[in-house]
């Protein structure tokens, strides 16, 4: 058997014995999700009884390697008793805990991604939870506050979406790891090739998107004020064409490339360009017959890989990220995605880290207009006592009078534009 899969340890899939038989089972992975299995166990199935719900360990595993791990969290039973049972990824143990509420004015981000896992694993049982392994998101001081709201929020929210990078779990030796990577951890020596194992491919980029030549310019000349061009050494022509002309005709884009004043190395970055560069947020479909099942000098396709593809007829030619993978476990088949997403950027994190939620936005709007208007009120009865002090000071018409409290009760009409003052009996 190529694939296996395993209930708690003990194998419930092979195509050999009746009563072993899974049907349909198709695994599910994809960058910085926890990824899903489903299969659909008979009634005959001889560890029918023994799938349950949220504790079971599921493993799924290509030859000898661990391809993804996790636990039932939906089961269906049909007509005919047959269960349907969903899984999730080990990802998603992060959902099973909460972070108390702290602040950290100044945390190594790598000391604080150490601490919301640490937080997580006093939580839950010792199957699900994670030891940190591998870290080579650059390391930095940073403010981060925590609220009472999941585990996996705040690794999504305050560590890859504000730093970037990619979470992988692995289990070695029983011990669950995560490692949080600035780049894709794995090689592959397999390429995806047209007319090689290329079956089928499709992707995002549109022919607005593509150029088939391109107009490289350099550094300017200080004494002719031009960029440098590839004419010199390009038989006079300024514009570097790719074979793609044949197909698409020609598209000609102007690109910079700063700090180049060799026409030699322009000449090369724009080959690149119409190579390689133009499809930074390049992603597409394909469905790739694995060399590895034919030789196992290749390696097989797995999530988190660099793959170089190659494809002419579709203006590519380079290596690009593995995000996602569908396997089907009966037929061996897999349809990968592969290409690059749009570069992360640093998101508004604050709102995230103080969690404030739209409600809670409009509960702290309202809140300012209130003290607003108390501040207002407040002005308007400080001027109102000013001008009553102005008024005093100018003599128009206020008297003062002074005395004790015998000679105060003794007036018997008292003047409403004289102020008393009663001096104390002590």
Not at 111 to 124: A, G, I, L, T
Request: charged letters at 25%.
């Amino acid at each position: 058997m190529i694939y296996n899969v395993t209930l708690d340890g003990v194998s419930i899939f092979n195509y050999e014995y009746p009563d072993m038989v899974l049907l349909d089972p198709k695994l599910e992975t994809e960058l910085n999700t926890s990824g899903s299995f489903e299969f659909t166990m008979p009634a005959s199935h001889v560890f029918y009884d023994n799938v349950q719900l949220l504790t079971s360990d599921i493993e799924v595993y290509e030859g000898d390697h661990l391809l993804w791990f996790g636990r039932p969290v939906e089961i269906k039973t049909d007509y005919y008793r047959q269960k349907r049972v969903t899984c999730e990824g080990a990802l998603a143990y992060f959902n099973d805990s909460v972070q108390e509420m702290q602040e950290f004015s100044s945390i190594s981000i790598q000391d604080f991604f150490r601490h919301v896992v640490s937080v997580h694993n006093q939580q839950v049982a010792e199957n699900r939870q994670f030891a940190v392994g591998n870290i080579t998101i650059p390391d930095k001081k940073v403010y981060r506050k925590l609220q009472y709201e999941q585990t996996m929020d705040v690794l999504k929210k305050q560590c890859l979406s504000a730093e970037g990078g990619y979470f992988f779990v692995r289990r070695e030796n029983g011990v669950n790891y995560i490692d949080w990577l600035s780049e894709m951890p794995y090689s592959c020596n397999q390429p995806i090739e047209f007319g090689l194992n290329l079956l089928n491919i499709s992707g995002d980029i549109g022919g607005e998107d593509v150029a088939t030549c391109v107009l490289p310019l350099g550094d300017t000349d200080s004494e002719t004020g031009q960029p440098l061009t590839v004419a010199s050494i390009n038989n006079g022509k300024k514009i570097v064409e790719s074979e793609a002309v044949s197909v698409y005709g020609k598209i000609t884009k102007a690109v910079t490339f700063s700090g180049v004043s060799d026409p030699r190395t322009l000449y090369q970055d724009g080959v690149e360009y119409l190579n390689s560069l133009q499809f930074d947020h390049l992603s597409i479909e394909c469905d790739a017959s694995e060399l590895h099942f034919l030789n196992s000098n290749f390696e097989a396709f797995q999530v988190g890989q660099m793959i170089h593809c190659v494809s002419k007829p579709h203006l590519v030619d380079r290596d690009l990220p593995l995000t996602k993978m569908s396997l089907k476990l009966d037929t061996a088949t897999k349809q990968i995605t592969l290409g690059t997403s749009a570069k992360q950027t640093l998101t508004e994190i604050y709102a995230d880290m103080t969690d404030s939620s739209d409600a809670e936005t409009q509960d702290l709007e309202d809140n300012v207009t209130d003290l607003q208007d108390n501040i207002s009120d407040m002005q308007d009865d400080i001027s109102d006592m000013q001008d009553q002090i102005d008024n005093m000071s100018e003599g128009d018409g206020w008297h003062h009078w002074f005395g004790s409290q015998e000679e105060y009760d003794a007036i018997s009409e008292k003047d409403a534009e004289t102020v008393y003052f009663i001096e104390s009996s002590e």
